[in-house]
């Protein structure tokens, strides 16, 4: 099952109190995550890999993290968050529904259905809120109550700590993408690919609860190896999804990056843990063209 949206779960959770940790005890509290420092020319970028969604009892700074976080003038991410919920909400009503009158009954085979009815109420959310949701929207909201079950909080997550903590010392801000860019990936699914990931998200939901804390731990541990094993296994069922949200936006990214480190200004980057581990990850591509790249 796919989990590593992590921004969009940001983005529908950024208004949201959760309830107390469930699986947090498999957690370590000192987390001690990958980072990555890219150099060339004698200039200097900062690369970390974000988990949007936290207990609240996990520290993951570190010395070398703070003294980056000083030296920077920029701080990048993924999109900006302000006004999110309405930029969600104009284009979920716009792209996220069935037609009137159509329901997930209706187009979904009856197992498929049961299934997913029974993952809705696995992570405590309604199936008939589900009901009017084009397959996709239904995936991610199952994988985004998963987290919520889970206790995990954006309030604690990296990059909201990040940019509050750079806003307050007056920083400038870049950003990758829209909200409605982010959401466009699942949007432009084919019919099939739509229920391939629905398929996919149900039978994790129902087979693999623990997922949202395994990746957590694997982000925790700085294990970028087992956590990039875990996204393509994620993968496997939606290939245009991978191709579209993860190896596609880092390619788009890439000239951007480069254009941080070429501007004299050291910019410290901060984007889902995800799109930097693995074999089509930002640093890959980044190593591929020369940097130097220090970093698991």
């Known amino acids: 099952m796919m989990r590593c949206c992590f921004a969009l779960f940001r983005i529908f959770l950024v208004v949201l109190a959760l309830a107390a940790p469930i699986a947090a005890a498999e957690i370590p509290q000192k987390a001690t995550p990958a980072f990555w420092v890219v150099e060339k020319d004698g200039r200097t970028l900062y690369l970390f890999g974000s988990v949007h969604l936290l207990p609240p009892d996990i520290k993951w700074t570190r010395d070398e993290i703070e003294r980056a976080r000083a030296r920077s003038a920029v701080f990048a991410f993924e999109a900006p968050l302000k006004d999110a919920e309405v930029a969600m909400a104009r284009f979920v009503e716009a792209h996220g529904r069935l037609p009137q009158g159509k329901t997930l009954k209706d187009i979904l085979q009856p197992d498929l259905f049961e299934e997913l009815e029974k993952a809705a109420w696995a992570v405590q959310y309604p199936p008939k809120l ?120 880092n390619r788009n990214w890439l000239p951007r990056i480069i254009d941080m480190l070429k501007s004299g200004k050291v910019h410290f980057v901060t984007v889902g843990a995800g799109h930097l581990s693995g074999k089509d990850s930002v640093v890959a591509m980044l190593r591929a063209r020369g940097y130097r790249v220090t970093g698991p």
């Not at 920083?171 to 699914?189: G, M, R, W």
């Not at 700085?222 to 496997?236: C, H, P, Y």
Request: aromatic share 12%; proline share 5%; no cysteine.
């Open 130 to 249: 589900l009901a009017p949701l084009r397959p996709w929207l239904a995936a991610v909201y199952l994988e985004l109550y998963a987290y919520l079950k889970a206790g995990y909080s954006p309030f604690y997550g990296v990059d909201h700590i990040i940019e509050r903590e750079a806003q307050a010392r007056g920083a400038q801000f870049a950003y990758f993408e829209t909200v409605e860019e982010q959401l466009s990936f699942f949007a432009k699914l084919t019919g099939d690919g739509e229920l391939n990931y629905l398929k996919a998200t149900v039978r994790g939901v129902l087979d693999e609860p623990n997922l949202p804390a395994d990746l957590i731990k694997a982000w925790a541990t700085g294990n970028t190896v087992s956590l990039a094993a875990m996204i393509e296994k994620g993968f496997e069922d939606v290939p245009q999804l991978r191709a579209q949200l993860l190896v596609a936006r």
